[in-house]
């Protein structure tokens, strides 16, 4: 598949090199002219490196990994036309720019509302599904857990852009729960707040989640 990569954190870095290392074509976004040398070298120059437009357009699959809240205004930036009919995994989460209490982070939206859902608004004609965005970047491609295959909370409106999110995860090493249509994400985003509470308190970051079913 041609990937765009929208975003030159942790999250795009990781996962720009997980859909290399899985055969992927990538090329990994940035608005900041300057940072495209060192992306160049985090993705060891097998990624193109260009803007959000440029890499919204290169890909069929496209990786929203920008600050949540930029999120809005970095689909702005790619060109809303640029997602249309394509899917768009969506990691992003609406983390506020308040610190954290007592290791709960606050976030901007409420649980009548999600990140995802504004974005599916902005871009009605993009298919979001939400994935790793209660992984940890270090997780997020072949995970190891000792042969336990961690679960993988995705949720969108449209059914093949979720059976092609699967397949990646899948190819990446994750079981894949389906929770439904985009309000899931009202769900599936403070999944992310649970996550991160062993690490401020404790700085425990090795974890995921485990769906158990009988
Ligand atoms: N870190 C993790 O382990 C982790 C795990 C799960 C989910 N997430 C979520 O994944 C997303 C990415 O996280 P991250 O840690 O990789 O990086 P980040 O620092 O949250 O985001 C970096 C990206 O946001 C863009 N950005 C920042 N301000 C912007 C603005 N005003 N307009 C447009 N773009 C802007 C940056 O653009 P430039 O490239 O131009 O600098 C950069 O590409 C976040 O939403 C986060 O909550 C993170």
Request: aromatic share 8%; proline share 4%; with cysteine.
């Amino acid at each position: 598949m041609k990937v765009g990569v929208l975003g030159s954190g942790s999250v795009g870095q990781v996962l720009a090199n997980g859909f290399i290392r899985h055969g992927h074509q990538v090329m990994i976004g940035t608005n900041t002219p300057s940072k495209r040398e060192l992306l160049k070298e985090k993705t060891h120059g097998k990624a193109l490196v260009g803007s959000f437009t440029e890499a919204a357009a290169f890909g069929d699959v496209l990786v929203l990994a920008a600050k949540g809240t930029a999120a809005e205004a970095a689909v702005k930036a790619a060109g809303i036309a640029n997602f249309s009919g394509k899917t768009v995994i969506d990691t992003t989460n609406p983390i506020a720019e308040l610190p954290p209490v007592n290791g709960v982070l606050r976030y901007f939206t409420t649980l009548e509302d999600s990140l995802m859902e504004r974005l599916q608004r902005l871009a009605p004609n993009a298919h979001f599904v939400k994935a790793f965005c209660s992984a940890g970047n270090a997780f997020m491609v072949d995970p190891d857990f000792g042969g336990v295959q961690p679960t993988m909370f995705i949720c969108g409106n449209d059914e093949g852009a979720k059976k092609t999110v699967a397949g990646i995860l899948d190819q990446f090493g994750w079981e894949t729960a389906d929770m439904g249509k985009v309000e899931a994400a009202r769900a599936i985003e403070p999944l992310a707040m649970l996550w991160c509470i062993p690490g401020f308190l404790a700085n425990d970051w090795m974890h995921a989640f485990k769906m158990l079913k009988k």
